[in-house]
Nanobody
Framework: QVQLVESGGGLVQTGGSLKLSCAASEGSFSTYTMGWFRQAPGKEREFVAGITWSPYYSYYADSVKGRFTISRYNAENTMYLQMNSLKPEDTAIYYC??????????????????WGQGTQVTVSS
């Protein structure tokens, strides 16, 4: 129902940084739980980070804790993922997703209703 568009991916060296953006198309964004997922070639899609709408609780996969920061700017229907200290194992297509039900702290891809097209992140050794 809601359209999501990711941007900000690219190629970086190990230890570098990228900031991903996810723009939503409609105005109920502030009530959604939002999340970032990633999928490497031949592998399953995995949860990366999520953020609720109140009080903006954020949560992360263990593999990215301390390196990635999720945030949202409701006034512009936009979510961000700041990625620091990138590692080759972070290489994947990154997808933003929206849970229109606004579940608290969900990390399951099955809970999310709308998905973006993905943006490629490649981290070289």
């Amino acid at each position: 129902q809601v359209q999501l568009v990711e941007s900000g991916g690219g190629l970086v060296q190990t230890g570098g940084s990228l900031k991903l953006s996810c723009a939503a198309s409609e105005g109920s964004f502030s009530t959604y739980t939002m999340g970032w997922f990633r999928q490497a070639p031949g592998k399953e899609r995995e949860f990366v980070a999520g953020i609720t709408w109140s009080p903006y609780y954020s949560y992360y996969a263990d593999s990215v804790k301390g390196r990635f920061t999720i945030s949202r700017y409701n006034a512009e229907n936009t979510m961000y993922l700041q990625m620091n200290s990138l590692k080759p194992e972070d290489t994947a297509i990154y997808y933003c997703a929206a849970d229109l039900s606004g579940r608290f702290g969900t990390a399951s891809s099955r809970a999310f209703d709308s998905w973006g097209q993905g943006t490629q992140v490649t981290v070289s050794s």
